[in-house]
């Protein structure tokens, strides 16, 4: 059962990150739409192209979670063929029944059944004849075809779960700021397993819908609000206070809260939250605290959801297209409302994230940038361990110290073997308080004695000149005598 869910869960983090696919094809388009829209350049060509992207979500969805799972290097076998899949689905759904709409839920489960039919149509063997439609191609001419039957199979299946959704977004809609903080609670509280893309699509590309004067219907909060819909942008204003001030102070209370390499800290916070606040990339600030310090991590999933409240609340309403940073606040400023409230509600948030971060990293000495415990590679061995080591008890007999380097010593070396020479070995001289002779295989705490009697025979002729050499180390070397470290 673990491991079916571990798999489970594996494949749930590939079909999130399949989703970056159309997202990366996100900013551009939505800057093309924006800047050409009628209140800035209007320049209809150039709002057409950034519009073509919005309109064929499903298709890049599908080229994404074809890419995910298809096993071969080379994937434009399986992408050709989802393409066409995605195609011949949308045609065989106006076929049947018109009014069914599966958005980008079409693209991922099409991308996922070419890339199942690629992986185990690819070995098949054919006749001659049809050699060269076999192989990796040979999904090109099956995934189509059998998508025929799909079609038909979602013509029956799909309609409950489309009223189920459409229940969910009604129902996540009416709860209004408890709604909002859901959503904003769960969008940075999935990230760490990966399963956010798969949460926010639906919030991004397929929650309500709105008819553009054109006549063209767009979904998604996202889409709705770059078109131009003056209800949307609720659902994404959050991120704007949480990215842009939020997370900055996240990182300003770190680098206090550093005791050593401050300098280095500073460097890679101050860094990490440009980057937040220009670009609204977040993770490497949210990585270099999410698994050291998880706490944090949960205080800041608690954080986007309020955010999303007090937006919702106070009625700012903005939306992005490529995430919750300054170049998409000045370009989509006159598509909001209430967008000046966002600053002095940023800058609450700025000071609620540095003295709520400083608090707990100070409070519970939480392990961020700066405050790690020093490596050590290993251990140093006991007084007690030393009196047992064969080395230790050969310079003692001598009247010698140790003068090695520690690392010499064997201080740093607690799990290597010491091979101890047979003739020293058969001497009641390395016997333990019991009298047990620690070279009959014994193994004490940090050192493995190498030898045991049953091997005597095997190192008869290599007794006599080890023990000479073991003298003439000690009358050139004395401090060198001992145990030889292997």
């Not at 059962?1 to 970056?20: D, E, F, H, T, Y």
């Not at 670009?279 to 954080?303: C, D, K, N, R, W």
């Not at 939306?319 to 967008?339: K, R």
């Amino acid at each position: 059962m673990k491991a079916a869910l571990n798999s489970l869960k594996k494949k749930l983090a590939q079909l999130g990150r399949s989703m970056l696919v159309p997202v990366t094809a996100m900013p551009v388009a939505g800057i093309l739409s924006r800047i050409a829209s009628d209140d800035m350049l209007n320049i209809p060509l150039l709002k057409t192209a950034g519009d073509i992207v919005f309109g064929n979500m499903d298709i890049l969805f599908a080229l994404g979670a074809v890419v995910a799972f298809a096993k071969a290097k080379d994937k434009v076998s399986p992408m050709v063929a989802s393409l066409l899949s995605i195609l011949v689905l949308k045609a065989t759904f106006a076929s049947l029944d018109d009014t069914i709409n599966m958005g980008i839920f079409a693209g991922i489960v099409v991308g996922c059944f070419t890339a199942w039919i690629f992986n185990h149509s690819k070995e098949w063997n054919t006749p001659k004849i049809f050699d060269f439609f076999t192989g990796e191609k040979f999904v090109i001419t099956l995934a189509p075809i059998f998508t025929v039957a799909l079609g038909y199979a979602l013509s029956y299946i799909w309609p409950p779960i489309q009223l189920l959704l459409d229940g969910f977004a009604i129902g996540i809609a009416r709860l209004g700021a408890i709604g909002v903080f859901i959503f904003g609670f769960l969008n940075r509280l999935l990230i760490p397993v990966g399963l956010h893309h798969v949460f926010n699509s639906y919030i991004y590309f397929n929650l309500g819908s709105y008819t553009q004067p054109d006549g063209t219907v767009v979904t998604g909060e996202m889409t709705r609000f770059l078109a131009g819909d003056p209800t949307a942008g609720l659902f994404l204003s959050m991120f704007f206070v949480v990215m842009m001030f939020g997370l900055p102070g996240a990182a300003l209370a770190m680098y206090k809260c550093a005791k050593k390499r401050k300098s280095e800290v500073k460097g890679l916070m101050t860094s990490s939250a440009i980057t937040s606040f220009v670009t609204g990339i977040t993770e490497p600030l949210e990585f270099s605290f999410m698994f050291v310090a998880p706490q944090l991590y949960f205080v800041h999933a608690l954080y986007t959801g309020l955010a999303g409240a007090v937006c919702y609340l106070l009625h700012i309403r903005l939306g992005f297209s490529s995430g919750g940073n300054i170049i998409d606040m000045t370009l989509n400023w006159g598509l909001g409302s209430n967008v000046i409230l966002m600053i002095p509600v940023g800058i609450v948030f700025f000071l609620l994230y540095f003295f709520t971060f400083r608090f707990l990293i100070n409070k519970y000495d939480l392990k961020t940038l700066g405050r790690e415990d020093d490596f050590i590679d290993s251990q140093e061995i006991t007084e007690e361990e030393k009196d047992r080591d064969p080395f230790q008890q050969e310079l003692r007999l001598h009247g010698q110290e140790d003068r090695r380097e520690p690392w010499r010593s064997g201080q740093y070396r607690k799990h290597r073997q010491v091979y101890d020479p047979p003739a020293r070995r058969n001497s009641r001289r390395f016997s333990d308080e019991s009298g047990q002779d620690q070279a009959d295989g014994r193994q004490g705490r940090g050192h493995a004695i190498g030898y045991k009697h049953s091997d005597h025979h095997r190192l008869r002729g290599a007794q006599r000149h080890v023990r000479d050499r073991a003298d003439h180390l000690n009358h050139r070397f004395p401090c060198c005598l001992g145990g030889i470290i292997v």
